[in-house]
């Protein structure tokens, strides 16, 4: 890809963002580190400022207001976007799967699936000023109803009705936008059991290698897949 690509990293003050922030800046391209605390992501930015152009946007995926605010900066600022890393997420309430409510659902789908869509339709017009328009969305080998069904993978272990059944949800909204959007490659990610703060750090994984799948699917040429689901070993089953 070419060195004048320009990325947008959401909820990249850490963890994998932070780390496909840096991986993606090491490649000469533009990557704006998207952050909802204005602060934290100023310091993550500064930290990364040897490794290429990092500059940090402020946007919480929650909010239109912010959403709105960050695609009219990106706009009067660059003028188009190449890439769109929708990353930002959250593990919500940890509460027993019988003992769910509606409102962790919506807490946890707010962020995981109504936060891409949002950030998604924002930066659609300046997607569509790229030569090559990238989304990949951040998913997770919990969304997919093979692999929690499969009694030798350690997501089958997990009972959770919010975070699982949002990135199922995301998997979803991923593959209509790769029907609707014949011109972008867009594709799911699923990072793998990696080391994060979502995790208290108990997985084996390096962010590096957690960024992996991530940053090959933000690469992608125009010719590349649409509407995949892969993880650093490649395809995973839905």
Do not use: C
Request: proline share 5%; hydrophobic share 40%; aromatic share 4%.
């Amino acid at each position: 890809m070419s060195e004048n690509t320009i990325a947008l990293v959401t909820g990249a003050n850490k963890g994998l963002g932070r780390e496909t922030v840096r991986r993606l800046a090491a490649l000469r391209w533009t990557v704006l580190l998207g952050s909802r605390d204005a602060g934290r992501g100023a310091a993550t930015a500064a930290e990364l400022a040897g490794e290429g152009r990092v500059e940090m946007l402020p946007i919480d995926v929650t909010s239109d207001e912010s959403v709105q605010a960050a695609a009219k900066e990106v706009e009067e600022r660059f003028g188009r976007l190449d890439v769109l890393v929708n990353n930002a997420g959250i593990v919500g309430p940890r509460v027993e799967v019988r003992e769910t409510g509606a409102d962790a659902m919506r807490e946890v789908f707010e962020t995981n699936v109504f936060g891409p869509v949002r950030v998604t339709r924002a930066f659609l017009p300046l997607l569509e000023r790229s030569e090559a328009p990238r989304i990949v969305m951040v998913s997770s080998g919990l969304g997919s109803l093979a692999i929690t069904a499969d009694p030798q993978r350690v997501e089958s272990q997990i009972r959770s009705l919010t975070y699982p059944s949002s990135k199922s949800a995301l998997n979803m909204v991923t593959a209509q936008y790769a029907r609707a959007l014949p011109r972008f490659r867009v594709n799911a990610a699923d990072p793998g059991y990696t080391a994060t703060d979502l995790n208290g750090h108990s997985g084996p994984q390096t962010v590096t290698e957690g960024t992996d799948a991530i940053v090959a699917l933000a690469q992608v040429g125009p010719d590349g897949p649409t509407g995949a689901y892969r993880d650093r070993a490649g395809e995973i089953p839905w």
